[in-house]
């Protein structure tokens, strides 16, 4: 599957923006984000899979401030993120794949990436 993720930009403190993942198609179990700073290892921000509840699961430095959402006739993943703090700051990736269902945020589980889309969050 081909992901394409758009976005991304320049936003204060407090802003919000609204992240998109297009995919060519739905065969996987799950999609989701994630992220990586300068200097940092990339990490799991928020995905919705096909496992049963909760389907839609978050890093918890997002709960609360993002939410994940999906139109699956349009197979397009959407993360609206609120409140951005400038630790938000990074290149966002979407991902899908079948990740053992006991670690959905585990990167290795996700074998389709997306090209990734920059935010950065001025303070």
């Known amino acids: 599957v081909q992901l394409q993720a758009s976005g991304g930009g320049l936003v204060q403190a407090g802003g919000s923006l609204r992240l998109t993942c297009a995919a060519s198609e739905r065969t996987f179990r799950s999609y989701g984000w994630f992220r990586q700073a300068p200097g940092k290892e990339r990490e799991f921000v928020a995905a919705?899979?096909?496992?049963?509840?909760?389907?839609?699961r978050y890093a918890d430095s997002v709960k609360g401030r993002f939410t994940l959402s999906r139109d699956t006739a349009k197979n397009t993943l959407y993360l609206e993120m609120n409140s951005l703090k400038p630790e938000d700051t990074a290149v966002y990736y979407c991902?899908?794949?079948?990740?053992?269902?006991?670690?959905?945020?585990?990167?290795?589980?996700?074998?389709?990436w997306g090209q990734g889309t920059k935010v950065t969050v001025s303070s």
């Open positions: 991902a899908a794949g079948n990740p053992i269902i006991t670690n959905v945020s585990a990167s290795e589980g996700y074998s389709s």
């Open positions: 919705i899979t096909a496992y049963s509840s909760p389907r839609i």
